[in-house]
């Protein structure tokens, strides 16, 4: 039973993110730790491996609409790569408490800065290509790390940076879907190499993404209306955040 309900709730989670070509990390790793798994050895590998899944399929059809800009976020995707387990490699030191706190704070930010760029007009000039990769050599390396260190993938990063570049909001779930597969396989990698595995688990959320990303992906390059979907994602991320810091005070104090 308790597989039945991780398995729903993760296939509602990859249907929300990948819309947002965010794999859903942010979420995958609280909703797995609330059912009682380890948040470090078996949350943290999990969403990341999840987030890549996702993101994966997720550009199938984003990719068959041309939404992806290759040349464009091929260096952001290298330095998250190379980012990813260098953050992965951290996680072991860092305190489960504090994680979780870390985790909030990100998730509002995300939030904050999704509601006020909700209602804003795209824009209509993309910056140069030379810029966008020089930009993304940093960002990548950043966003890899953090989302190495917290099981997330960066994503959260790179979106608001993709539209802050010029990319229209379909452009950038796409392009970073394809930056946030290399980051979130590559922290995923980084943690297993430290021994960490729950077959079972990891076979039906393996899944559960699948069926979630497929439908996500093509709703959101087809149907979806961006300003709908930044705020559904808002909302959920609000809640999340106020969960995980109801959770880590309560154990800290």
């Known amino acids: 039973m308790l597989y039945i309900f991780v398995f729903i709730i993760i296939t509602v989670v990859s249907f929300i993110f990948a819309m947002l070509g965010l794999g859903g990390g942010s979420v995958y790793v609280p909703v797995i730790t609330w059912f009682g798994f380890p948040m470090k050895e078996v949350a943290i590998p999990l969403g990341l491996l999840l987030n890549g899944l996702n993101t994966l399929f997720a550009m199938i059809p984003f990719a068959r609409k041309k939404l992806i800009d290759w040349k464009g976020g091929a260096v952001m995707a290298i330095s998250a790569m190379i980012g990813?387990?260098?953050?992965?490699?951290?996680?072991?030191?860092?305190?489960?408490?504090?994680?979780?706190?870390?985790?909030?704070?990100?998730?509002?930010?995300?939030?904050?800065?999704?509601?006020?760029?909700?209602?804003?007009?795209?824009?209509?000039?993309?910056?140069?290509?030379?810029?966008?990769?020089?930009?993304?050599?940093?960002?990548?390396?950043?966003?890899?790390?953090?989302?190495?260190?917290?099981?997330?993938?960066?994503?959260?990063?790179?979106?608001?940076?993709?539209?802050?570049?010029?990319?229209?909001?379909?452009?950038?779930?796409a392009t970073t879907a394809f930056v946030v597969t290399f980051s979130s396989f590559s922290g995923y990698f980084g943690h297993m190499a430290q021994g960490h595995m729950n077959m079972t688990l990891t076979?039906?959320?393996?899944?559960?993404?699948?069926?979630?990303?497929?439908?996500?992906?093509?709703?959101?390059?087809?149907?979806?209306?961006?300003?709908?979907?930044?705020?559904?994602?808002?909302?959920?991320?609000?809640?999340?955040?106020?969960?995980?810091?109801?959770?880590?005070?309560?154990?800290?104090?």
């Open 203 to 253: 076979l039906i959320l393996i899944v559960s993404v699948i069926i979630g990303s497929q439908f996500g992906a093509r709703y959101m390059s087809g149907k979806a209306k961006s300003n709908q979907v930044k705020l559904v994602y808002a909302t959920v991320l609000l809640l999340i955040a106020v969960q995980l810091i109801y959770s880590a005070l309560s154990k800290m104090y």
């Open 84 to 173: 990813s387990p260098i953050g992965a490699f951290f996680t072991k030191d860092v305190d489960t408490n504090v994680l979780k706190l870390l985790f909030a704070a990100m998730v509002i930010i995300v939030a904050v800065r999704t509601l006020m760029v909700a209602n804003k007009t795209e824009a209509e000039e993309m910056m140069s290509l030379k810029k966008r990769s020089i930009i993304g050599l940093f960002v990548g390396l950043f966003a890899g790390f953090v989302g190495g260190l917290l099981g997330v993938g960066g994503g959260f990063i790179i979106a608001p940076i993709l539209m802050w570049m010029g990319y229209k909001a379909k452009e950038a779930a």
